[in-house]
């Protein structure tokens, strides 16, 4: 019996995908284990493993097909014995009512008199109109081709599939004229009163500015979902404090000259790390997340680094921050990074966390107010360390100073615990023996 492949979900949040690569092809021999295809997720290209014995029969999703959902039948696998040429495709899209195969042409059906007198609203008992066609949802087309269509401006109601059961392919709508039918269709319907107004299409605008149009990745749409959310729906508080840093700069320059026959070097970022870990710990009313009637109150800390890469922001999760030491936060943070980057992150090592650490100082950004990342309860932003004017026992002399902010949830988190987060993590950092202890 036929298999149906279907689009996986490769992660707990996962709901569609991009089929960014197939890596077989129709007639193919596939066994249990083979890597069948790569797949986009809102995060990382993953790779996805066959889970049957079988020949690739059809290939029903194309690849750089955007927006598959997940459960979506993508390909048919003909099982041992089976013969590949003789096996339907299955799925949803794989055969079509008998009425969605002969649509009433609407040509034909004689246009009401009444209908080149538009009337000012409609009647309570409808005059007979021409016979409609088909609803959008019963017309068999790929993914591809429907957006293709879309991009030619081509309506699929009059485009002949040449697929299975008269499903139409990418080839279908490459060929139609662009237009053409959605014009026809349009002449034969009657006037209404705002036939005559003009209609603005967004890609056809003009700026007056050259320009052109990037269409959103998976990953941008997420981010801009996400935080879009997290600023309307999570009330913010933001609390900042300036820390010295020439102690930590110190204990950094001393730990990295005795780390260096290990092949470890440490970043002010791994520092960070373990100081908000251990900072969570000693005030584990920060530690938490708000869950509508109730709350979570997490018994480690799992810090979440924001890392930049080319599609947008991704962040790997250091677990167990305030527990791990500085040179393990080194070794992990530099490979998470480097994976992210690769797209070749799997999903618990992004997906979780109880808190987020965004640093921007390399940038040379002083100080900044980080979106939260729901539905964790904070997020801390570190600023570039310079030389300040600052007071030492109580005389002004010049020090490296940061400022970092925190953004608290305030539905989970009290002003008052915001500001004793705040506490001992700038205590940290300015006595940072306590964090090689």
Same mark, same amino acid.
């Given at each position: 019996?036929?298999?149906?492949?279907?689009?996986?979900?490769?992660?707990?949040?996962?709901?569609?995908?991009?089929?960014?690569?197939?890596?077989?092809?129709?007639?193919?021999?596939?066994?249990?284990?083979?890597?069948?295809?790569?797949?986009?997720?809102?995060?990382?290209?993953?790779?996805?493993?066959?889970?049957?014995?079988?020949?690739?029969?059809?290939?029903?999703?194309?690849?750089?097909?955007?927006?598959?959902?997940?459960?979506?039948?993508?390909?048919?696998?003909?099982?041992?014995?089976?013969?590949?040429?003789?096996?339907?495709?299955?799925?949803?899209?794989?055969?079509?009512?008998?009425?969605?195969?002969?649509?009433?042409?609407?040509?034909?059906?004689?246009?009401?008199?009444?209908?080149?007198?538009?009337?000012?609203?409609?009647?309570?008992?409808?005059?007979?109109?021409?016979?409609?066609?088909?609803?959008?949802?019963?017309?068999?087309?790929?993914?591809?081709?429907?957006?293709?269509?879309?991009?030619?401006?081509?309506?699929?109601?009059?485009?002949?599939?040449?697929?299975?059961?008269?499903?139409?392919?990418?080839?279908?709508?490459?060929?139609?004229?662009?237009?053409?039918?959605?014009?026809?269709?349009?002449?034969?319907?009657?006037?209404?009163?705002?036939?005559?107004?003009?209609?603005?299409?967004?890609?056809?605008?003009?700026?007056?500015?050259?320009?052109?149009?990037?269409?959103?990745?998976?990953?941008?749409?997420?981010?801009?979902?996400?935080?879009?959310?997290?600023?309307?729906?999570?009330?913010?508080?933001?609390?900042?404090?300036?820390?010295?840093?020439?102690?930590?700069?110190?204990?950094?320059?001393?730990?990295?000259?005795?780390?260096?026959?290990?092949?470890?070097?440490?970043?002010?970022?791994?520092?960070?790390?373990?100081?908000?870990?251990?900072?969570?710990?000693?005030?584990?009313?920060?530690?938490?997340?708000?869950? =509508?009637?109730?709350?979570?109150?997490?018994?480690?800390?799992?810090?979440?680094?924001?890392?930049?890469?080319?599609?947008?922001?991704?962040?790997?999760?250091?677990?167990?921050?305030?527990?791990?030491?500085?040179?393990?936060?080194?070794?992990?943070?530099?490979?998470?990074?480097?994976?992210?980057?690769?797209?070749?992150?799997?999903?618990?090592?992004?997906? =979780?966390?109880?808190?987020?650490?965004?640093?921007?100082?390399?940038?040379?950004?002083?100080?900044?107010?980080?979106?939260?990342?729901?539905?964790?309860?904070?997020?801390?932003?570190? =600023?570039?360390?310079?030389?300040?004017?600052?007071?030492?026992?109580?005389?002004?002399?010049?020090?490296?100073?940061?400022?970092?902010?925190?953004?608290?949830?305030?539905?989970?988190?009290?002003?008052?615990?915001?500001?004793?987060?705040?506490?001992?993590?700038?205590?940290?950092?300015?006595?940072?023996?306590?964090?090689?202890?």
């Amino acid at each position: 019996m036929p298999i149906a492949i279907k689009m996986p979900a490769l992660s707990p949040t996962m709901e569609e995908g991009t089929l960014a690569k197939w890596l077989v092809k129709v007639g193919d021999q596939v066994s249990a284990g083979d890597i069948m295809a790569e797949i986009e997720t809102d995060k990382a290209t993953m790779e996805f493993e066959a889970v049957d014995e079988g020949v690739i029969a059809h290939i029903q999703v194309d690849e750089g097909t955007e927006g598959v959902a997940v459960g979506t039948v993508i390909a048919t696998l003909a099982e041992e014995g089976e013969d590949a040429g003789d096996v339907q495709p299955m799925g949803d899209g794989a055969a079509a009512p008998a009425a969605a195969a002969t649509p009433a042409p609407v040509e034909d059906a004689p246009a009401p008199k009444e209908a080149a007198t538009p009337a000012p609203s409609p009647s309570p008992t409808p005059a007979p109109t021409p016979a409609a066609a088909p609803s959008g949802d019963r017309i068999i087309a790929s993914p591809l081709a429907r957006r293709i269509a879309e991009q030619k401006g081509i309506d699929l109601t009059g485009v002949k599939g040449s697929g299975p059961n008269g499903r139409i392919v990418k080839a279908d709508v490459e060929n139609a004229q662009p237009g053409t039918a959605k014009a026809d269709k349009e002449a034969a319907a009657p006037a209404t009163p705002t036939d005559a107004l003009p209609v603005a299409k967004p890609e056809a605008a003009d700026f007056g500015i050259p320009h052109e149009v990037e269409k959103l990745s998976s990953m941008r749409k997420t981010i801009a979902r996400r935080l879009t959310e997290s600023k309307q729906q999570v009330p913010h508080i933001y609390l900042t404090v300036d820390i010295r840093l020439d102690a930590l700069l110190k204990l950094r320059s001393e730990l990295n000259a005795a780390l260096e026959p290990q092949g470890v070097k440490l970043s002010v970022n791994d520092l960070m790390i373990k100081a908000l870990g251990k900072s969570l710990e000693a005030v584990p009313a920060c530690n938490v997340q708000f869950a =509508g009637d109730t709350m979570l109150k997490f018994t480690r800390a799992d810090v979440s680094v924001a890392v930049s890469i080319p599609n947008g922001l991704i962040t790997p999760i250091v677990t167990d921050a305030g527990a791990k030491s500085v040179s393990k936060i080194s070794t992990e943070m530099k490979d998470l990074a480097t994976r992210a980057k690769d797209g070749k992150l799997a999903p618990e090592e992004y997906q =979780g966390g109880t808190a987020s650490l965004s640093n921007m100082g390399m940038f040379g950004i002083k100080q900044f107010e980080a979106v939260i990342n729901p539905p964790q309860g904070m997020i801390m932003a570190i =600023g570039a360390g310079d030389k300040r004017p600052y007071v030492v026992d109580d005389s002004l002399q010049i020090a490296s100073v940061m400022s970092a902010t925190g953004s608290f949830d305030h539905r989970a988190i009290d002003g008052a615990d915001g500001a004793q987060l705040m506490k001992a993590f700038k205590e940290m950092i300015e006595a940072p023996l306590g964090l090689v202890a």
